[in-house]
């Protein structure tokens, strides 16, 4: 499938401070560019099951680049978000405004360390 992701500003909506330093956390060079490895350890923050994060790399890198680019990571936090809430995984929904994806390293206070190592198993 070879879509066009919406905006970054289209799909953070109200929350663009806050998927602006999520973007950060994970490319803090700006580079444009997120590695499959480093979205993983980060999309796993989200608590979702891997069946539900490989539906929303999928929808997040429609070209099959292998990272995600901001574009893409904006997309991938907003899937998250959507599941988290109760709706349907589907770029279609992007423009709801919904509450901000839940992620396990915002909590900060009394969370677990985060362990950013990706095991053997989980590399594809």
């Known amino acids: 499938m070879m879509g066009m992701l919406p905006s970054p500003s289209q799909v953070a909506r109200s929350h663009t401070a806050l998927y602006e330093a999520l973007y950060r956390q994970v490319d803090p ?9 480093e ?4 999309l796993k923050c989200s608590g979702l099951p891997d069946v539900i994060l490989s539906k929303i790399w999928d929808l997040s890198d429609p070209q099959g680049k292998g990272f995600l680019d901001k574009k893409g990571f904006y997309v991938a936090l907003k899937l998250i978000a959507l599941h988290q809430n109760g709706n349907d995984i589907t770029l279609s929904n992007m423009s709801l405004d919904i509450p901000p994806p839940q992620l396990q390293t915002l909590s900060g206070r009394n969370s677990p360390a985060i362990d950013w190592n990706i095991k053997a ?3 594809k």
């Open 29 to 37: 060079a700006e580079t444009d560019c997120v590695s499959a490895a």
């Open 39 to 42: 979205a993983a350890a980060f």
């Open 121 to 123: 198993s989980e590399k």
